[in-house]
């Protein structure tokens, strides 16, 4: 008895498997594997990146990074997406070394004020052992 009840395990534990192996390969065939969209309806694998182009400056843009190419040479790293909404290539280039960040855009009014109070700071000490009067 103890022969048999080892073989029908045997036999129960093949038969599990099998039917294991063949969910594991009907998910990987079935027809939305690879799909871009998770359970919740949110795509993946999507940058979003604002445009630089001058007829949409400014407005954000959806790069499909599911697919693309990539390539370099000595200063860059170039890679090629498709825009998700228009489908046209989109080219984003990284240095090729080293550390970066962006230079952030400055403010014309406030980079004018910082010059003027730099103009009246050096005045201020040229003029340090004079007597400055009003006129």
């Not at 939305?32 to 940058?47: I, L």
């Not at 003027?116 to 003029?127: P, T």
Request: hydrophobic share 35%; charged share 25%; net charge negative.
């Amino acid at each position: 008895m103890n022969l048999n009840f080892y073989t029908l395990l045997k036999k129960v534990t093949l038969g599990l498997f099998l039917v294991y192996i063949g969910l594991v390969f009907s998910q990987a065939t079935s027809s939305d594997a690879g799909s871009s969209d998770c359970e919740c309806g949110e795509p993946v694998n999507v940058w979003y990146k604002v445009s630089t182009n001058e007829e949409d400056y400014g407005q954000v843009i959806q790069l499909d990074m599911s697919k693309g190419r990539i390539f370099s040479n000595e200063m860059f790293v170039y890679i090629i997406v498709k825009d998700l909404e228009g489908g046209d290539d989109i080219i984003v280039a990284f240095p090729n070394s080293g550390d970066w960040h962006a230079q952030p855009l400055g403010d014309p009014f406030l980079d004018e004020l910082e010059k003027e109070f730099k103009n009246l700071e050096d005045y201020l000490k040229s003029k340090s052992s004079e007597e400055i009067k009003k006129k």
